[in-house]
């Protein structure tokens, strides 16, 4: 299983976002974000957002 908190770190990496960025765009907060860093598998639906936030599809995190 690949850790999807791992890819999204790498996407904001490269996008030069953080994670209070990130957290507005996809209407979280800002510990929210960094508690999904932290994890290996998220729900789907604030997945599916964070897919738009950096224009790859879902499955770019499987």
């Known amino acids: 299983m690949c850790n999807i908190g791992l890819k999204i770190k790498e996407l904001m990496s ?16 800002k510990q929210a974000v960094y508690a999904m860093l932290d ?3 998220i729900n789907t639906a604030v997945l599916r957002d964070i897919s738009k936030v950096f224009n790859v599809p879902i499955t770019f995190f499987f």
């Open 39 to 41: 994890k290996e598998d």
């Open 14 to 29: 490269q996008e030069k976002i953080d994670a209070p960025e990130l957290a507005k765009r996809i209407g979280k907060t």
